[in-house]
């Protein structure tokens, strides 16, 4: 998944990691919505359901109210224009979990730590986050805040307050703010 451009971008370029570290994935305690875990019990539902409150409840026995409400807004009515009394899912969970796995397998230190002129990387880290953040991967994203600025590119890290992992349907307008700066081109 890491090497999808064919051709160099044109610079400057822009890229945002909401609540993911460059390395190695550290999962959340006991209790918390881990997304490999919800990529699994999804697997195993009908690609066909009768009604989004079954789903929500069958979620909330393992995950989170909000996660739980969020994951039905990716059902659809099966039927024309809505008349169906069953719905189906919007995504393809195979190509989701394929990412997932891909994300935990991919170490990207190397790049951010070296970055090319012009390449500006934010990273958002959720205040309530399920991942793991270590220490060590603090230190480094500040270290590499300060080499890449002294080197045309940017390294920049940002708290979303009040979010766990799933920053979109936690924090929503927290998150449309601090994102909102690179629309312009302004540090936050």
Do not use: C
């Amino acid at each position: 998944m890491v090497d999808q451009a064919a051709k160099p971008l044109a610079r400057p370029v822009r890229v945002w990691v909401l609540d993911a570290t460059p390395g190695k994935v550290r999962a959340g305690g006991d209790g918390e919505d881990h997304p490999a875990e919800l990529i699994s019990f999804l697997s195993k539902l009908p690609k066909e359901v009768s009604s989004r409150q079954e789903i929500v409840k069958a979620l909330v026995q393992g995950f989170s109210m909000d996660v739980a409400r969020w994951v039905v807004t990716n059902l659809r009515p099966t039927g024309i224009l809505g008349s169906s009394s069953s719905f189906s899912w919007v995504f393809d969970l195979d190509g989701i979990a394929e990412m997932y796995r891909s994300y935990e397998e991919t170490n990207l230190w190397k790049f951010v730590e070296n970055l090319p002129q012009g390449v500006h990387i934010n990273f958002l880290k959720a205040e309530r986050s399920l991942h793991q953040w270590a220490l060590e991967d603090l230190q480094r994203i500040h270290a590499a805040e300060l080499l890449a600025s002294d080197e045309g590119g940017g390294v920049q890290m940002h708290v979303l307050e009040d979010a766990g992992h799933w920053v979109h349907a936690d924090n929503p307008d927290g998150l449309f703010r601090i994102l909102s700066s690179s629309f312009l081109g302004l540090r936050t």
